[in-house]
């Protein structure tokens, strides 16, 4: 007996300009202009054709639409390490920022890697899209400054003076600066900076401007500066945060307080103290940078420098939506400052 035919089930054909054209009884061309809200279409013509380009569902290929206009409403989005608290934050808020200006971010993880960030930098492997918001670490300055692909940018961070590329940036000597004094203002005078590179010629400039601001406050303040207080580290993470403060500790059981890199390094250092048997704020305070969410959560809650990531993002796309509109002025450079949020760390 002859086995019965299966029904097809492959998928409806969508609708096209010609299906909704041949319905209106108009031409093609028409049924394009209505699409793509032409100022020069009778009013009860435009009405008609998108009653037939309704009543078919039709949906236009916005991505051809956009291509063929010299768009495609994509951005990218370069950072270090999304996982990060600190650039996780950056991208989410990045991310609703743009869907607000009707933009979708494509985000790209260079891990800090110098050949990724070179990547990023030359447009590969974003060439799509219609801007590029970048965080580097490793890529040299000059490198930026000669890179041919002519794609909109907008640097984020410390990085990037001299680049002639829109900036918005961290002052991070005031942040620095604003850490110190707060920690002198609690007493503190042995004071460590903890999160220092000395791993290569020249300090990054995140780190060279946080130190700049530590050796200001201690300059107003009349400490003496001890550079054996400066401690390097590997990376700014909890581990190398708990290696580093035990590390320290060790060789100087002198210091009273910390100044962490950032909140990650903070939260390392506080857990070392308390394996330590030292108390906190009372033995050793400790700062960190960034105010991310953990930092509310501690034990003991962590005093921190809070930077305004939303601020940051609307200041990068705005700086971004005006080259797109097709400004072509001069470099702009625009600062956020950070803000003392002080808890349980230094305050007790």
Not at 310 to 323: G, K
């Amino acid at each position: 007996m002859p086995t019965p035919a299966v029904p097809s089930r492959a998928t409806p054909r969508p609708t096209t300009l010609r299906d909704v054209a041949e319905a209106a009884g108009v031409s093609i061309k028409t049924v394009s202009n209505v699409v793509n809200d032409h100022p020069h279409v009778r009013p009860e013509m435009r009405e008609k054709v998108k009653s037939f380009i309704d009543q078919l569902d039709y949906r236009p290929n916005g991505i051809g639409r956009q291509l063929r206009q010299g768009r495609t409403g994509l951005v990218a989005l370069a950072l270090p390490d999304v996982t990060s608290p600190y650039y996780g934050e950056l991208a989410s808020t990045l991310v609703n920022a743009a869907r607000e200006r009707g933009l979708t971010l494509l985000v790209e993880q260079t891990d800090g890697d110098l050949d990724r960030e070179r990547e990023v930098a030359t447009g590969f492997p974003v060439r799509l899209v219609d801007g590029l918001v970048f965080a580097p670490q490793s890529l040299p300055v000059e490198e930026f400054q000669q890179r041919r692909d002519t794609t909109p940018a907008v640097l984020v961070g410390e990085y990037g003076e001299g680049a002639g590329y829109d900036r918005v940036t961290i002052d991070s000597v005031d942040l620095g600066d604003t850490a110190v004094r707060h920690l002198l203002e609690q007493g503190r005078r042995t004071i460590a900076f903890l999160g220092d590179k000395t791993q290569s010629q020249a300090r990054p400039p995140v780190v060279a401007q946080r130190i700049e601001g530590y050796r200001r406050a201690l300059r107003r303040a009349r400490v003496r500066f001890d550079p054996g207080l400066l401690w390097s580290l590997g990376e700014w993470t909890r581990q190398d945060g708990f290696a580093g403060t035990t590390a320290l500790l060790a060789a100087r059981p002198d210091v009273d307080a910390i100044f962490a890199a950032n909140d990650l390094v903070a939260l390392g250092a506080l857990h070392a103290l308390r394996r330590l048997g030292l108390r906190v704020p009372q033995d050793v305070a400790v700062l960190g940078v960034d105010d991310v969410e953990q930092a509310r959560y501690a034990a003991p809650t962590l005093t921190s420098i809070a930077l305004d990531r939303f601020e940051m993002a609307e200041m990068s796309l705005r700086l971004l939506s005006d080259r797109l509109a097709g400004f072509d002025g001069p470099a702009r450079l625009l600062t956020v400052t950070g803000r003392l949020v002080v808890r349980e760390s230094t305050a007790g």
